[in-house]
């Protein structure tokens, strides 16, 4: 019974803080995002989208498009001085097929723009013993083209409850 209720709360909290998770994007980054989801994101999550500044040529914005039992999911776009919109693609690794694929799907993105690297963390379960993370480095020109290099994938398939400081690492450049 306390599981049930502590779970009410957390639903009826995350309810009542939910925001719109377009709200403050410049209207060429919100239409991007609108086209590109078509409706297939939450339009209420309990943190709005980040913004950063690339260098003073361009823009980043890490917009959240669901929020699942353990993790969440966003989109990125780059804009630069000319309001061109463009959405971020990296590299991971699909373990079916065994190869490197490109996603615009982020799985938990993180941006540190001391060193303008964009990182995601994919739980293959909660207990976040296995999954993928992938390190890409964000280039500007000076012209504030931006492009995103993926040099780094790691991924750990098996979800066996042993826990490891790094899982192996699948891609580097």
Same mark, same amino acid.
């Given at each position: #019974?306390?599981? +049930? ?10 309810? =009542? ?7 403050? +994007?410049?209207? !060429?980054?919100?239409?991007? *995002?609108?086209?590109?989801? !078509?409706? /297939?994101?939450?339009?209420? @999550?309990?943190?709005? =989208? /980040?913004?950063?500044?690339?260098? &003073?040529?361009?823009?980043? *914005?890490?917009?959240?498009?669901? +929020?699942?039992?353990?993790? %969440?999911?966003? +989109? ?11 959405? $971020?693609?990296?590299? %991971?690794?699909? /373990?079916? #097929?065994?190869? $490197? ?5 982020? #799985? /938990? ?6 060193? #303008? @690297? ?7 379960? &909660? ?5 993928? @993370?992938?390190? %890409? ?19 750990? =398939?098996?979800?066996?409850?042993? *826990? ?5 690492? $699948?891609?580097?450049?």
């Amino acid at each position: #019974m306390k599981n +049930l209720i502590f779970l009410l709360i957390t639903m009826f909290s995350l309810t =009542a803080l939910a925001v719109d998770p377009t709200e403050g +994007l410049p209207e !060429a980054v919100k239409a991007k *995002y609108q086209a590109m989801t !078509a409706g /297939e994101c939450q339009t209420d @999550t309990p943190w709005g =989208a /980040e913004s950063f500044d690339l260098q &003073g040529k361009a823009n980043l *914005y890490i917009v959240p498009c669901f +929020l699942g039992a353990y993790q %969440s999911g966003a +989109l990125a776009f780059t804009s630069d001085k000319f309001s061109n919109v463009q959405v $971020v693609t990296v590299l %991971s690794y699909d /373990e079916i #097929m065994q190869a $490197v694929t490109a996603t615009i799907d982020l #799985m /938990e993105p993180s941006f540190d723009p001391d060193t #303008m @690297t964009l990182s995601t963390y994919s739980k293959g379960r &909660g207990l976040g013993d296995c999954g993928q @993370t992938s390190t %890409s480095k964000i280039l500007v020109d000076d012209y504030g083209y931006v492009r995103v290099k993926t040099i780094e994938i790691r991924d750990k =398939a098996e979800c066996d409850g042993q *826990y490891e400081d790094e899982w192996p690492v $699948v891609f580097k450049q």
